[in-house]
T-cell receptor
Framework: AQSVTQLDSQVPVFEEAPVELRCNYSSSVSVYLFWYVQYPNQGLQLLLKYLSGSTLVKGINGFEAEFNKSQTSFHLRKPSVHISDTAEYFCAVAFYNQGGKLIFGQGTELSVKP | EAQVTQNPRYLITVTGKKLTVTCSQNMNHEYMSWYRQDPGLGLRQIYYSMNVEVTDKGDVPEGYKVSRKEKRNFPLILESPSPNQTSLYFC????????????FGSGTRLTVV
């Protein structure tokens, strides 16, 4: 069965340091890829998505992600984080062969410390 | 403004008392779905609908019902809520084509006591 795995449940990092949040999925079929952010007590906000084309995708708030088809990964990166980036981040994958069903990873809590 | 509207935002209810969470979208999307979010589990799909009168189970459908009588509305029904349905619920609709993506509602935090 298709699945999405976020490899780190919690990532603590100091302000202005770089960060990478990892996401892998298991599928041999074509996919669309998404990263969402959820601030405390709020809903889901789309950070970025990959549908086709360039494998390096730039999103809002200085985030970017790279689609690696051979590794079936879609890691999220930011070169310098701010306190305001503290939030939970979800990777999600839509699988073509399941009618585009969107499957989420378990989430990664990013905690930015001063 | 294109949006998915869920109501209510917060709900506390007692075990066994039927409730409905409403979801409405104004984007003429055919596909809609419901998710529940629980700590450490991410979001899991409860039910989805490909179009009017076409619904199907997701990964965690037990204890839930849905209906899709009109394109814009996709209510989630808990006929006999239990404490293990305490969760944060999200409704979503999907656009296709070049702008493929999902629009989520603001969420409904349900507590069943």
């Amino acid at each position: 069965a298709q699945s999405v795995t976020q490899l780190d449940s919690q990532v603590p990092v100091f302000e202005e340091a770089p960060v990478e949040l990892r996401c892998n999925y298991s599928s041999s079929v074509s996919v669309y890829l998404f990263w969402y952010v959820q601030y405390p007590n709020q809903g889901l906000q789309l950070l970025l998505k990959y549908l086709s084309g360039s494998t390096l995708v730039k999103g809002i708030n200085g985030f970017e992600a790279e689609f690696n088809k051979s590794q079936t990964s879609f890691h999220l990166r930011k070169p310098s984080v701010h306190i305001s980036d503290t939030a939970e981040y979800f990777c999600a994958v839509a699988f073509y062969n399941q009618g585009g069903k969107l499957i989420f990873g378990q989430g990664t809590e990013l905690s930015v410390k001063p | 403004e294109a949006q998915v509207t869920q109501n209510p935002r917060y709900l506390i209810t007692v075990t066994g008392k039927k409730l409905t969470v409403t979801c409405s979208q104004n984007m003429n999307h055919e596909y809609m779905s419901w998710y529940r979010q629980d700590p450490g589990l991410g979001l899991r799909q409860i039910y989805y609908s490909m179009n009017v009168e076409v619904t199907d189970k997701g990964d965690v459908p037990e204890g839930y019902k849905v209906s899709r009588k009109e394109k814009r509305n996709f209510p989630l029904i808990l006929e006999s809520p239990s404490p293990n349905q305490t969760s944060l619920y999200f409704c979503a609709s999907r656009s296709v084509g070049e702008n493929y993506g999902y629009t989520f509602g603001s969420g409904t935090r349900l507590t069943v006591v």
